[in-house]
């Protein structure tokens, strides 16, 4: 048995604290420990991306880090994006555009596109196809995953140049 450790950090808002083996892997703190179990785990290897989270502002595959790396971290889930009674646009839009079948890529690439349309807040198709990259999806063909980003990204600047 390794030694705990001490982990705080904030989860969608909420300040999480516990004990946890260095070698615990942030998706199972999350799944296991928090019950957030939005983030999916689809691979072994990195490759998926069904386990994206935002951690610190960064799009980050929790199947790839340890708990022990986001000591201190504000970490976002798919959970803290939106939830039923108020979408966030990018929710609305796959809704919408068809941009989901079994759903288990889901969450994974909303919340990749909210950092995506950060990044670049009016994308071409290319540049979606790109920054989507890391995220697979075996059901949709990623079409309709492409027009619901475009269409959130619409909405969200039009929302953007209303408000200024
Ligand atoms: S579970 Fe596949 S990249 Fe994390
Ligand atoms: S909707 Fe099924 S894997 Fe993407």
């Known amino acids: 048995m390794s030694k705990k450790m001490h982990i705080k950090m904030n989860v969608n808002g909420k300040d999480e604290e516990f004990l946890a083996e260095p070698r615990e892997l942030l998706i199972y703190t999350l799944r296991e420990r928090l019950n957030i179990t939005g983030p999916h785990i689809g691979c072994e290897t990195s490759h998926c991306g069904a386990c994206t989270v935002t951690i610190n502002g960064k799009s980050v595959k929790s199947c790839t880090m340890f708990v022990a790396q986001a ?15 108020n979408l966030h646009p990018l929710q609305e839009a796959f809704k919408e555009h068809h941009g989901l079948q079994c759903g288990y890529c889901t969450p994974g690439m909303i919340t990749r596109a909210t950092k995506l349309l950060e990044e670049i807040p009016n994308p071409t198709e290319e540049e979606i196809r790109f920054g989507m990259a890391g995220n697979i999806c075996r059901c949709t063909g990623y079409q309709n995953i492409v027009k619901s980003i475009q269409a959130a990204a619409a909405e969200m600047n039009a929302a953007k140049e209303a408000a200024e």
Do not use: N, Q, Y
């Not at 000591?71 to 009674?85: F, H, K, Q, R």
């Open 71 to 85: 000591d201190g971290a504000e970490v976002t889930t798919i959970e803290g994006l939106g939830g039923p009674e």
